[in-house]
């Protein structure tokens, strides 16, 4: 990534408070061109929980100063209960943050440096809340850049998937809760900084215990779901994200539903800011967020609408392994979407495999080991660990396949596969997992996109119903979207299977489903001639890096910010398990300790989070233990029996 000096000297202040109507006062970080007083220039808000101080630190050097340099106010502001923010956070995207955010930008388009204009970005978190802050309209919100994002809380986001239980949401609900257990810097706040964190450890709750009350689709996962109402969004939206990530399906949803002005834009990322995530290729995002901003908030014709509605990576085919530092593919481009140019090529599950006719299919049991799902990485793959999807031979060696012969001619596709089955059950409550499957000449087989489904949703998340046992149903998976090459001489696997553990918790009992017949529906887009001629994108760019110095002390992974003198330390253990012929020894328990200190000023913080359960109930058990040196503040506990609602 190339360090680029800018046209406009940056000024950054590093903590500003922003005056709520309630009294409450809000933290930020600004990054401003020195001459913002003379030539107001607009306004740039990221609005998240993550802690601007020392949390989100080093990405916020990388891209926010740049912003500034090119004629922008970067702003990060801290959420109500977060970092050095006033008040207390009760859970994700509440209605009061998103009134809190309306403050927050009339107050920006106020200041004397900004020119009335206002635009969110955000990845995650902040790429959720630019969405639910545009439906409510603001006057000064021009346009949003959403990123790694979705329009729908329950059925596209960590806590559920296909009605099934995610144990992503553990594992998010994990780092919030510890995250949120953190002091604000007294640096910053002064001798508050006690009563801020006292209050804070007091009154955090346990977040996973509230969204495991709703195992449904309900009002509290319709609420900050955009996809409610698409036509509450009045300003125009660049939607992000890439194919590596748990999140990108909301983008072609977002083309299709959102009237305004739109684009979408798919890499092989995985989680993380286009100009320097991975897998690579990065590109230059920076820029490509210019053009945006240019157009919508200055009225500078950057032809930026005259681009394509969508520009999406189509990955070639590689080698499956658990961490890729880059997938080789190519660029293609959709005028509209959906696309015309996207056909749907439709394989038949059959005694042969999977074959373009309909043929016989003698009915297939499938009951899989509880274990199978060992070879599924990470929900949401960040792309810097081993947290990808690894070779899925072993997987499916334990699931119900069905194969191609060896193609003759490539397959792209490009959007959503679609698995339509016909199936009966043994159990009134059962799980299926659909993965689709690029098998190399060698036999490794790479994935390249899943669903699951909780069987009692088969007719909606809403009003989930028990299967009535031998009762035969027509079901339809919908698989994540991709963009992904099929060559010559491999063949295409569906792999089913009613477990798939870790990412999903298993059904209350061992349930054996028949196969009766099926078809998958391939999104089939036939290479364009006119890929070839777009135009390339920039290579990545950014503001001068803030990089730790990182030490390792008594087992733990230290870093310190030494612009501020902070060291904060993070450590913890994770246990996923479940035996292969047992449902209900399903396990997951997480443990995190975190440290922050400065000179003799030293906090340390305990968390932990344990999810069992029985056939009838969820069981849920958190702690919390904090510490001001060898004090201890607070020690909080939580047992919940929490029942299970077709799950």
Known sequence: MIVKTFPRTVRAIEHTLIPLKDGTMLAARIWLP?????NPVPAILEYLPYRKRDGTYERDALTHPYLAGHGYAGVRVDIRGSGESD???????AKQEQDDGLEVIEWLAAQSWCSGVVGMMGISWGGFNGLQIAARRPPALK???????????YADDAHYMGGALLTAGLEWASFFFGSMCLPPDPSLVGDRWRAMWVERLENVPLFFETWLRHQRRDDYWKHGSVCEDYAAIQCPVYAVGGWTDG????????????????????GPWACGYPHFALPGPQIGFLQVMLRWWDYWLKGIDTDVMDDPMLRAWMTESVKPARHHGELPGRWVAESSWPSPGVISRRLFLTDEGLRTEAAALTPRPICSPQTVGKCSGDWVPFGHGSDQAGDQQEDDMRSLVFETPQLHAPIEILGAATVTLDIASDRPIANLAVRLCDVHPSGKSMRVSYGLLNLTHRDGHEAPAPLVTGERYTVCVKLNDAGSVFPVGHRIRLALSTAYWPIMWPSPEKATLSILGGTIDLPERPPQAADARLSPLPGPESALPEKPTIIHRNGMRIERIDRIG???????????????????????????TQTMSRGTWQIRTETQMRLSCTRN???????????EGVNKICSREWDRAIPRDFL
């Open 34 to 38: 020195d001459d913002a007083e003379l």
């Open 87 to 93: 008040g207390l956070l009760f859970d994700e995207y």
């Open 143 to 153: 346009a949003i850049v959403t990123i790694c994002s979705t329009d729908d809380r």
């Open 247 to 266: 999140y990108k399906n909301a983008i072609p949803r977002l083309l299709e539903q959102l009237s305004v002005p739109r684009r979408g834009l798919i």
């Open 566 to 592: 902070l060291e904060l330390g993070v450590g913890g253990k994770s246990l996923f398990h479940v035996a292969d012929d047992d449902p209900l020894s399903a396990l997951v328990d997480l443990q995190r």
């Open 617 to 627: 109930a969820f069981h849920l058990r958190g702690s919390l233990r904090a510490f």
